[in-house]
């Protein structure tokens, strides 16, 4: 079974400061591709970054970086440099190649950025 | 990039009434899906659709139902609504040309329904 474990419900960072949102997986699929989403306190969800598992090269956009780890099923999250607009819920997610389109979320992290 | 838009963004209703949350993107995504969320908890899906005329149940059981009689629209309907369907809303799609695995689910910004 496809599953998404992040295992930090809530961090706190020091504004300017680097930081690790933790995110395991598990799936048989060799074919599969992993997303963070953030989601402030308005409610939207909006997409950060993607990991594909062929793909030979950590994902980086912008301040956000992704520490793919394949042998460990892991795919942290990185914010370098972090702002107060930070502060957010951040969810990792998979999507595998073979089944059905679903996509499936872990149970998010809180993440509030200090001044 | 995506648009993808919902209606209402939010809605307090009383029990028993009737609703339906509007879902409509202009992309021609063929996938669609609707996410239940209680503040700041996991998405649960509950309904999806992979084009016009195909809808599917999601993982959490749900007394909502759905349409897709056009790709662009996507509505969920509540024939009666009590207190515990309050929650948000989320409608997505996404497109998964080519490789099927590394399209992202693009977000409405959801509707919050508080149902009293």
């Known amino acids: 079974a496809q599953k998404i474990t992040q295992t930090q419900p809530g961090m706190f960072v020091q504004e300017k400061e680097a930081v690790t949102l933790d995110c395991t997986y598990d799936?048989?699929?060799?074919?599969?591709?992993l997303f963070w989403y953030k989601q402030p306190s308005s409610g939207e969800m909006i997409f950060l970054i993607y990991q594909g598992s062929y793909d030979q090269q950590n994902a980086t956009e912008g301040r956000y970086s992704l520490n793919f780890q394949k042998a460990r099923k892991s795919a942290n999250l990185v914010i370098s440099a972090s702002q107060l607009g930070d502060s957010a819920m951040y969810f990792c997610a998979m999507r595998v190649h073979s089944g059905t389109y679903k996509y499936i979320f872990g149970t998010g992290t809180r993440l509030k950025v200090l001044a | 990039e995506a648009d993808i838009y919902q209606t209402p963004r939010y809605l307090v209703i009383g029990t028993g009434k009737k609703i339906t949350l509007e879902c409509s993107q202009t992309?021609?995504?063929?996938?669609m899906y609707w996410y239940q969320q209680d503040p700041g908890m996991e998405l649960h899906l509950i309904h999806y659709s992979y084009g016009v005329n195909s809808t599917e149940k999601g993982d959490l059981s749900s007394e909502s139902t759905v349409s897709r009689i056009r790709t662009e629209h996507f509505p969920l309907t509540l024939e009666s609504a009590r207190p515990s369907h309050t929650s948000q809303y989320l409608c997505?799609?996404?497109?998964?040309?080519?490789?099927?695995?590394?399209?992202?689910?693009?977000f409405g910004n959801g509707t919050r329904l508080t149902v009293t």
């Open positions: 997505a799609s996404s497109d998964p040309r080519g490789d099927l695995y590394n399209s992202p689910l693009h």
């Open positions: 992309m021609g995504h063929d996938k």
């Open positions: 799936t048989s699929d060799p074919s599969y591709g």
